[in-house]
């Protein structure tokens, strides 16, 4: 019943934008922290974007840093990825991934883009961008 769903996912035109969502199903996405991630064929799975379980710290990769914004919606059990002035090299199959528990030392789930940090995954949603 623990579950992590991601949507939104489709064919762009290069330049457009889509919205991903990550909703929670069996736990609550409030006070986790949630990463996005891609993975291209034949690449490996790289970070994109987190945000801590507090909401008050993110981060981003140098190649989405100022086209995408990640947020969440704590009421929904959503977290969101709005993706703007997408690139070919955007297309990737987009994951989001949850780590509820929070850190011994500092009462948060803190943000990391770092596959291992995460306990639960999404199944995948794909973005294509392309003319």
């Known amino acids: 019943q623990v579950q992590v769903v991601e949507s939104g996912g489709g064919l762009v035109q290069p330049g457009g934008s889509l919205r991903l969502s990550c909703a929670a199903s069996?736990?609550?996405?409030?006070?986790?922290?949630i990463g996005w991630f891609r993975q291209a064929p034949g690449k490996e799975r790289e970070g994109l974007s987190c945000?801590?379980?507090?909401?008050?710290?993110?981060t981003y990769a140098d190649s989405v840093k100022g086209r995408f914004t990640i947020s969440r919606d704590n009421a929904k059990n959503t977290v969101y990825l709005q993706m703007n002035s997408l690139k070919p090299e955007d297309t990737a199959v987009y994951y989001c991934?949850?780590?509820?528990?929070?850190?011994?030392?500092?009462?948060?789930?803190?943000?990391?883009?770092?596959?291992?940090?995460?306990?639960?995954w999404g199944q995948g949603t794909q973005v294509t961008v392309s003319s």
């Open positions: 945000i801590s379980g507090s909401g008050d710290s993110t």
């Open positions: 991934a949850a780590e509820p528990t929070p850190d011994m030392h500092t009462g948060q789930a803190m943000c990391v883009m770092t596959k291992v940090h995460y306990d639960y």
């Open positions: 069996g736990f609550t996405l409030d006070g986790s922290a």
